[in-house]
């Protein structure tokens, strides 16, 4: 191959580096109206009395909305496909308060600074309501958090706090159980953490010359917001337009509807273009975060140490709405199911409502939860049992070949398909990372030293795309000098998606990847695509790019075999070249074809959906350093070997790794949002919410193991979420095999190191 596995040049760098005007707030509108909004104070209660005079006289404001100005119709911000498996649990703006942070009011001015002067001017007053704060107590509580929604098919039961409720049976779990040699059961949680883009989420709205709505935003999901403020705004689809700039980050966070309702509501109002950008205190309560889950595992093996047996309880907590409640704890079970091989399974999983903030999509979308517990488990089994946990892992990995019965009977928020594992290096990525690692040699060594050092290993898989639910659709067309210019509805969200693409055309049509113009994004000018979510844009918009770029392929050969006047001819190096060595250029061609022969634009479209969903692999080791005596853990070394399949682009693909490995270690060591006793977030700044820097980081070494996935592009597999999966559990292995304490509920902190060595009480 000429271009895929190849560095290429990167189609948005160019512009970055050079600081063009790229992003949602890159644009000056004339006329502009800044939003801010009045959050609620209260984690629970109802508003009696709203006075908006004083805010609506202050100079400089436009308006002044709040629920009375919007019908009651209820809605889910998640970014997902139609109908979105999540409940209608929202209103643009609430009578009801149900965290610190629900949404009170909007004010519109003509500077951010008076809008928020406006805001503080809004009188409100509530009659407080009991809270619920500990998921464990959410269900069949006195308080009932969603009680007035009764019939909203996504929503499980309202009335005891349940949003969604997942179950799956497979074989005889009990008897399964009764007839183990062992039988382990433990239990694990994860803390809120945070997304941490850098660029907030930002929306720009305005009318166009033809009073059409126009929404520019940092979104990943720029069809799913079409359709949502078209269906929440009671506002005609073809009226609107959204499109995608070159995004900041979002890692899940942008996987949803979040300001882009209420800017198209101002706009639509006022007739004025609207711009509302949130602060980084408001991303800390206002916008979304990673479920906490707790999850319960009991786990039977056979005297071969064969996995006999799998029980999977979870607890998600959801927070005061739903946005993919459902969805987060499927993928998590779905994910930590689908590693190793247990003929029975048995699901029970619960998102339940609390008065806190709102849950949503954050990158490994479930699985990060599910693979700390599975993979701390396998740690813990293994040390009881005397046994190397690589060895324990690679007694119970699925082998090519397999059926993973989970994928068949766990959709998400439906059935699931049946699914075949056609590609596992997941043995290859334990023995390549325990030789970077040097785990035969570090493994359980002599600990007397203060400081003592362990190294520990998790094992991950996740998935490529949504199988059966997302779709991807792409334009090619051709330009005289054998440019083409690919349009999709992909969304880079800085990930090297759009290079990605342009490399699977340039691959397929054999030109170098700069004459690929890749235009993404944009509601009125690409095909649709469901969005950059689920590890789907390299395997499913890429899949449709293969698909687009071998049917203009073979155009490109008709037409050089109709002006060549031959009808034998094969396509070598831009050429189209006959069987008597007769030749034509890709660019004669086209520009013949436009302008003198057999005129046409010679141009395709396909569309790509899957029925599969490949796992990529990935064995991440960690090395840690713990100091006994003040319970401080220092992560010494990560090393991260993965199977994505063939890898489009190698950098780009490390960087993927790069990038995942200190949000997982923020999980695990240093990230929590954490909130007092009236559910007031306490920690609404980088200052106080500790995100891994360049400082902080350790030693990184990245490695990819080949595979190539018969059903994936060029046979690739995704990279965007399997790195995330490892490094928090590796993290706690390590720490265990550094002094012995087994940290089961995150993030780890110095007094539960402390505890576990019994030096604090
Ligand atoms: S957490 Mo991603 O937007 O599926």
Not at 62 to 87: C, I, K, M, N
Not at 110 to 127: G, K, M, W
Not at 153 to 182: C, Q
Not at 648 to 667: K, T
């Amino acid at each position: 191959m000429k271009v895929v596995g190849k560095n290429t040049v990167r189609v948005d760098g160019i512009a970055l580096a050079k600081g063009k005007a790229v992003f949602a707030d890159d644009l000056q509108l004339p006329d502009l109206l800044h939003l801010k909004l009045l959050y609620s104070p209260i984690a629970h209660g109802r508003i009696t009395h709203i006075d908006t005079t004083k805010a609506a006289a202050l100079p400089g404001v436009a308006v002044v909305l709040t629920h009375r100005d919007f019908p009651p119709h209820f809605y889910t911000t998640a970014g997902q496909g139609y109908p979105e498996p999540s409940p209608r649990d929202m209103l643009i703006l609430n009578p009801v308060m149900r965290y610190v942070g629900d949404k009170v009011a909007v004010v519109a001015a003509e500077t951010p600074e008076i809008a928020q002067q406006a805001a503080d001017l809004i009188e409100v007053q509530f009659e407080e309501l009991p809270a619920i704060f500990d998921p464990r107590d959410a269900i069949d509580n006195p308080v009932v958090i969603h009680g007035e929604i009764s019939d909203d098919p996504f929503l499980y039961d309202p009335r005891r706090n349940i949003a969604a409720r997942v179950t799956a049976d497979l074989g005889d779990v009990d008897e399964a159980f009764h007839n183990s040699v062992h039988v382990f059961e433990r239990e694990y949680s994860t803390p809120y953490v945070q997304h941490a883009h850098i660029e907030p989420h930002i929306t720009l709205t305005w009318l166009d010359d033809h009073e059409r709505l126009v929404i520019r935003t940092a979104t990943q999901v720029p069809f799913h917001v079409r359709r949502i403020v078209s269906e929440v705004l009671d506002f005609p689809l073809h009226r609107i337009r959204v499109i995608k700039p070159r995004i900041g980050g979002g890692f899940g966070g942008k996987q949803e509807i979040l300001n882009e309702e209420l800017c198209a509501a101002v706009t639509l109002k006022t007739g004025r273009p609207v711009r509302m950008e949130m602060t980084r205190r408001e991303e800390f309560f206002a916008a979304r975060s990673r479920h906490p889950e707790i999850v319960k595992l009991k786990i039977g093996l056979d005297a071969d140490l064969h996995i006999t047996a799998i029980d999977l309880k979870i607890l998600e907590n959801c927070g005061a709405y739903g946005p993919h409640a459902l969805t987060v704890m499927s993928v998590t079970a779905q994910k930590t199911l689908s590693l190793y091989k247990a003929p029975n399974i048995r699901l029970h999983a619960d998102a339940v409502y609390t008065n806190l903030p709102v849950a949503g999509a954050y990158r490994g979308y479930g699985a990060p939860q599910g693979f700390f517990a599975l993979e701390s488990m396998l740690d813990e089994i293994a040390a009881d049992l005397g046994v190397d946990p690589i060895e324990l892992r690679e007694k119970n990995l699925f082998s090519p070949g397999d059926e993973i019965p989970i994928a068949r009977i766990l959709g998400e928020g439906r059935e699931g398909y049946e699914m075949k594992l056609n590609t596992t290096g997941m043995t290859r990525c334990l023995q390549r990372g325990a030789e970077l690692i040097g785990w035969g040699e570090r493994r359980g060594s002599e600990k007397t030293a203060v400081c003592r050092r362990g190294v520990g290993v998790a094992a991950a898989c996740q998935g490529s795309g949504i199988p059966g639910i997302d779709m991807a659709a792409v334009f090619l067309k051709m330009n005289e000098d054998a440019s083409f210019n690919l349009q999709t509805g992909a969304t880079d969200l800085g990930t090297g998606a759009d290079t990605v693409l342009a490399q699977i055309a340039a691959e397929t049509l054999g030109v170098p990847v700069e004459r690929i113009i890749v235009y993404a994004a944009d509601t009125d000018l690409t095909p649709f695509d469901t969005g950059a979510y689920a590890s789907s844009t390299t395997f499913v918009s890429g899949g449709a790019v293969k698909k687009a770029a071998e049917k203009l392929r073979a155009k490109i050969l008709s037409q050089g075999k109709l002006l060549l006047n031959t009808r034998r001819a094969e396509i070598k190096d831009e050429f189209v070249v006959a069987e008597n060595g007769e030749k034509i250029s890709f660019g004669e061609i086209c520009s013949r074809s436009l302008y003198t022969d057999n005129q046409r634009q010679l141009m395709a479209t396909a569309s790509h959906m899957s029925y599969d969903s490949p796992p990529p692999f990935n064995a991440t080791f960690a090395e840690v350093t713990v100091d006994t005596e003040t319970g401080l853990v220092r992560v010494e070394k990560i090393v991260s070997v993965t199977d994505a399949g063939q890898v489009i682009n190698p950098p780009m693909a490390e960087g993927q790794v790069e990038g995942a490995i200190p949000q997982s270690l923020g999980m695990a060591l240093s990230e929590h949002m954490m909130f007092d006793k009236k559910g007031r977030p306490l920690v609404t700044t980088f200052h106080d919410y500790h995100i891994y820097t360049a400082l902080d980081m350790p030693e990184v070494v990245v490695e990819f193991i080949h595979t190539h996935e018969p059903t994936g592009p060029y046979g690739a597999k995704a990279v965007a979420e399997i790195p995330i999966d490892g490094p928090a559990p590796a993290v706690v292995n390590a720490i265990y095999d550094a002094c012995g304490v087994r940290i089961r509920n995150l993030p780890v902190t110095p007094e539960k190191i402390l505890r576990g060595l019994g030096k604090l009480k």
